[in-house]
């Protein structure tokens, strides 16, 4: 990956919207209402995979406490002109290292094709697969700082 690369975080969610929607959601025409989702929360922090001035990836983190966790992962995705060069891994790192200096613990509803980036993480598996409509197979996942495994 090239030096240009760079995860900022404090990136307005306008500002990823559209990286968004190409990696996660490319079957959706972009729309207000999509867009609503990610400001439901005024307290969701955003930070993007940037080239340059342009975002190529895309990750929040909310309060949202479930699984004895703190904080919430969504929105996590790569331009897929982009993926297979760590901008993942780079992200969800950053994002432990957010959960981490606030002492908080994260959990995410990670879709299939992600699960082997948060294993190589720390994330462990809880619960069964699930499956939601359009979107995919998901399983939830959860990191502690501390560890999860004795």
Known sequence: MGDA??????VSASDLGEVRRCSLYPFMAP????????????????????DGDSPIGC???????KYDCGLRIRWFGVLES?????I???LVESSQEYAAQRGESLWADVR??????????????LGDFFDLPKIGTHRVMKWASSGLRP
């Open 5 to 10: 690369v760079a995860i900022r975080w404090g």
């Open 112 to 125: 299939i094709k992600a699960i082997p980036v948060y294993e190589r993480l720390g994330f462990e598996p």
């Open 31 to 50: 729309s207000a209402e999509l867009d609503a989702e990610m400001m439901a929360n005024p307290d969701t922090v955003f930070a993007g995979a940037f």
């Open 82 to 86: 982009e993926r297979c060069r760590g």
């Open 59 to 65: 990750i929040a983190v909310l309060p949202e406490s």
């Open 88 to 90: 993942g891994t780079r």
